[in-house]
């Protein structure tokens, strides 16, 4: 038999209640303390799902590396490699003198295709456009710091028959460990 200090038995399948609201509140409250969302977090949501489009085959990052730190924490190279089906794309980015980043990219299999950048910094975007050589390299000079996703184009007559346009994922430019 129950005391009578004994609280009621909880009523786990009963209805959402006051209670509930009031603990949950709490734990939001304590969450959004110690580990808030980051400032640009809906912005980066929504660019990201700007790209996950059925018009695009969508690529996966396959590998990513930093390479080469300099002295002065400014000289590097970061690589991400991109894979679909029908492309690979591979890029480096690394600092440029004047402060800006540089990419350098190589598409496989190898062929002439409109590569486009688009470079999102809060709510400025930038797109940057160039065409790849035969050889699938192409580069891009004076890119922004932010958040970056390639397209890949067909381009007719390209030895790279692409049925559609292909997408990376969203990435930040630079990464990370290298702000």
Known sequence: MASRSDPPP????????????SILSAVRELYELIDPPPAELA????FAVETQSVEFEL?????????????????FTDTITFGSQPLEIRIAIS?????????????APAGVLRVEMV???GQDERTHETMSDEGGRFVIDDVSFGWMRLRV????????PLARPVATPVVKL??????
Request: aromatic share 4%; hydrophobic share 35%.
């Open 95 to 107: 600092i440029t003198a004047a402060g800006s980043l540089r990419v350098d990219g190589w598409l």
């Open 153 to 160: 184009h067909p381009v007719p007559g390209s030895a790279v």
């Open 119 to 121: 470079v999102r910094e």
């Open 43 to 46: 912005e980066i949501i929504t």
């Open 10 to 21: 909880a009523d786990h399948d009963g209805p959402f209640d006051d209670l509930d609201v």
């Open 174 to 179: 630079p990464p990370s460990d290298q702000e």
């Open 59 to 75: 690529a996966s990052i396959i590998e990513q590396q930093s390479i080469g730190m300099g002295v002065r924490g400014t000289d």
